[in-house]
């Protein structure tokens, strides 16, 4: 039996972040009554004219040029023809032979080291609306509210060989769009989804094996099972001597199997052809020359700046750089801050834990990144303890404030005065000559006792460290 | 002949057209005679000319991201042949 590899394409869409639909005034707005953010024009009255909404341009051309494509000076809207009762028009409006953009990549490591993954095209279309199933009625009902809102669809080329790199490809999707904001990457919303074709051929064998195509995978890890499960299947078919037959197949997430849709859902001819209601969409070389001039550093440019200007390691750079607002708060805190290893432990400590536990995202953080490096700085040069930092950490995280001013209200400076605390330290020891007498007799565990009672005559601000040290200075 | 009485069938089933099979052959006649004569455009030397998406000039218009809502529900049900007041209500699909 020969071995196998797998050939994977993924096409991602992801909504973009637009406050109105595509073609018309609509609102984007997620979550909202049904079918009350729809007009004439997303529900397909006919007479009705699509226009195009600048900023989703602006944003898809922003994509294109993140991942290196060339856009198209001059592109077009094509209608993309079929019937379901969510897509009112009877077409969906797409691109086809002249899309936004081509020709780009991403670089990425599922663990065997970098990787170029190509991607073919970009282009934008509207998405459709929603079907809703009764299981007790024999009727279905429909939600235009999505109909109509802007997406763009990224195909990537057949370059991934594993689940993992189909899962790593498309988390360096997710992580572009996002830190351009031009994408919010809800996936079980369904803001950022993805379909994956999936083929299998003999090692060596230059051409591709017959493909089908994966949809209904709603998380990074669901993609990766749905892959796993569609590579084996086919190495299983053909082991039998069968043979793979070219479908869609639906993932259930319950049983992690895909299964073939039915033969009617998919008997697709679209029937492309430009949509004579779009003019062609021209891109101004001023436009492009702006956006990519007003483009922020990428995910992968300063991954590689954190580890290579500060020194972190790459499970650090990796969740400092997860996010754009969480990487710039770690950067602003730097810059007050100059220990790039400190503040991040305490990012990745304490602030993700606050972040995860209140579930307020960091640019929300009453905090600034001052005074939350204000806070490391304290800890790490023995002004306050560590245990009064995360205290004080808590308290501003919600509430802002001046980390200085907070800890003279409350009390929480250490004493780190050595000749202060060497002069507790003395009082304690004259008072309790028993005491000391045992631990001189090897009685060590007295050490907490003596502890206990400096931190009590100083009202529990005394360096702990430097504590420990005076004592078993003065009792060695 | 370029498009078969079968192609015709296809097509009509595409578009959800029902067509009487005694008709295919008339259509496909049809359908040939229309290709032909566009045919004819083939004939025009076309070297050099950018291809014309509409005879409107110019780039599409573009406009300003602002969302407004125009419409109440009640009015755009109101045109539906079925509804429950909050959705377009359709034969069942699955």
């Not at chain 1, 780009?104 to 998405?127: C, F, L, Q, W, Y």
């Not at chain 1, 083929?199 to 195509?213: A, D, L, M, N, Y």
């Not at chain 2, 004819?40 to 110019?58: H, I, K, R, W």
Request: hydrophobic share 40%; charged share 25%; glycine share 8%.
């Amino acid at each position: 039996m020969p071995v196998y590899e797998a050939v994977i394409g993924l096409e991602v869409h992801a909504q973009l972040r637009t406050e109105s639909k595509l073609f018309c005034a609509c609102s984007t707005r997620f979550g909202q009554e049904p079918n009350t953010n729809v007009c004439p024009v997303c529900a397909g009255m006919p007479g009705t004219l699509p226009v195009l909404n600048a900023r989703a341009v602006e944003y898809a051309v922003m994509m294109a040029l993140a991942v290196g494509c060339r856009v198209n000076r001059v592109n077009v809207f094509a209608r993309k023809n079929y019937f379901y009762p969510d897509l009112p028009l009877g077409y969906q409006i797409s691109q086809f032979d002249l899309p936004l953009a081509e020709g780009g990549s991403v670089t990425i490591d599922a663990g065997a080291g970098p990787k170029v993954v190509g991607i073919t095209r970009i282009h934008m279309e509207n998405d459709a609306g929603k079907s809703i199933h009764s299981q007790a009625e024999n009727v279905s009902f429909v939600d235009l509210n999505r109909a109509g809102t802007p997406l763009i669809e990224i195909v990537s080329e057949p370059d991934m060989r594993s689940p993992e790199e189909a899962e790593a490809y498309l988390r360096a999707l997710h992580s572009v769009v996002t830190w351009l904001g031009i994408c919010d990457g809800n996936m079980e919303e369904g803001s950022f989804r993805c379909d994956a074709n999936v083929s299998i051929r003999p090692v060596g064998q230059r051409e591709f094996g017959t493909r089908t195509e994966l949809k209904n995978m709603n998380s990074f890890r669901n993609v990766r099972r749905a892959i796993a499960y569609e590579i084996a299947r086919q190495e299983d078919l053909l082991a039998d001597g069968g043979a793979v037959v070219q479908q869609t197949r639906l993932f259930d997430a319950d049983k992690g199997v895909t299964h073939a849709m039915r033969g009617k859902e998919e008997a697709h001819d679209y029937r492309y052809y430009p949509d004579p209601d779009l003019l062609p969409v021209e891109i101004s070389e001023t436009m492009i020359a702006d956006l990519r001039a007003a483009l922020p550093e990428l995910p992968a440019a300063r991954r590689a700046r954190f580890e290579s200007a500060l020194g972190l390691p790459p499970e650090a750079v990796a969740a400092l750089t997860a996010d754009r607002a969480l990487s710039d708060y770690y950067e602003a805190a730097v810059a007050a801050y100059d220990e790039p290893r400190k503040v991040a432990n305490w990012m990745l400590s304490e602030m993700l834990r606050r972040l995860n536990d209140t579930g307020v995202g960091v640019a929300d953080c009453a905090l600034a990144p001052e005074g939350f490096a204000a806070i490391v700085r304290m800890v790490e040069e023995g002004a306050v303890s560590q245990k009064s930092g995360r205290d004080m950490f808590a308290a501003l995280f919600a509430g802002g404030g001046d980390p200085e001013a907070y800890a003279r209200e409350h009390g929480l400076a250490q004493v780190s005065d050595s000749a202060a605390l060497e002069a507790a330290v003395d009082a304690v020891l004259a008072a309790n000559p028993a005491e000391v007498e045992a631990y001189r007799a090897g009685k060590t565990k007295l050490m907490g006792f003596f502890v206990g009672q400096v931190m009590r005559a100083t009202k529990g601000q005394a360096n702990a460290k430097l504590l420990n040290e005076i004592i078993t200075a003065r009792l060695g | 002949m370029k498009v078969s009485p079968q192609e015709v069938a296809r097509i009509a089933a595409l578009a959800r057209l029902g067509i009487d099979q005694d008709r295919l052959d008339t259509f496909a006649a049809q359908f040939n005679g229309i290709l032909d004569y566009m045919d004819l455009l083939a004939q025009v030397d076309t070297e050099g000319v950018e291809p014309l998406y509409s005879p409107v000039d110019g780039p599409t218009r573009l406009r300003e991201d602002k969302a407004e809502s125009r419409h109440s529900r009640e009015e755009l049900l109101a045109s539906a042949p079925e509804t429950d007041g909050a959705h377009f209500v359709v034969p069942k699909i699955v």
